[in-house]
């Protein structure tokens, strides 16, 4: 069986943790063994990278560097692996959230993220990895701002005003321009229950769920 790459995407308080569990349990109802995973983070070090990432002020190319970093290790030694072994693999968050946040939110370099992307999803004789499938959850900040107020207490990032959100919104925007096939596109400002639904068509229409 073919491993196969899902990512999800979205500004902080757009919904993704809410079906990416639902998701997995639809793969498993296949006979799919799932590996769910995140980033930053998904190995030891890699969470340590996530927890300096998320809770300390840095430099915007600190921080690029610092999630292309766990990235490396999190390819290596999960991902990788995973897919080898005919795995799916369901990441929260991936490369473009980088270009969203270090791109868009921090106007980090977007060529100089192009090239980071180009070293560590492919060095030398690999294959470049990226998404079979990204699901992007996209959400007005105001909507996403007003979720979150209850929701949890907020990090580094979820503790940014409005604007900085607005720019990562843009920076998904970019992304998304810049390869409409791998992406779906999801209108994340409806209930669950329909929002779940495109999540389902969307997986449906690449042929990777019945
Ligand atoms: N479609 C929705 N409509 C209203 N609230 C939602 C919806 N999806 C998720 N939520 C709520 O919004 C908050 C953020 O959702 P979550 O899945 O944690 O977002 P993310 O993982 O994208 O940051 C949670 O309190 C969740 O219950
Ligand atoms: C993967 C990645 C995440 N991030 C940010 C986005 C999020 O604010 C944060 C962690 O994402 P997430 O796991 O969605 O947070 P939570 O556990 O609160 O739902 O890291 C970056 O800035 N760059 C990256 O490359």
Known sequence: MNGIFISFEGIDGA??????????????????????????????????L??????EAMDPMTEALLVFAARREHILQVIRPALARGEVVLCDRFTDATFA??????GFDWAVLSTLETWVQGQGTEAFLQPKLTIWFDLPPAVAAARLVSARVPDKFEAQPQAFFEQVADG??????????????????QT??????HVLAAVRSKGLLP
């Open 101 to 106: 946040y270090q791109g868009g939110g921090r």
């Open 15 to 48: 919904g993704k943790s809410t079906h990416i569990a639902a998701l997995s349990a639809a793969f498993e109802a296949q006979g799919r063994v799932v590996t769910l995973t995140r980033e930053p983070g998904g190995t030891p070090l890699a969470e340590q």
């Open 172 to 189: 998904y925007a970019r992304r998304f321009a810049q390869d409409t096939t791998r992406f779906a596109r999801i209108d994340a400002n």
């Open 50 to 55: 996530r927890t300096l990432v998320l809770n």
């Open 192 to 197: 669950p229950d329909r929002v779940w639904a």
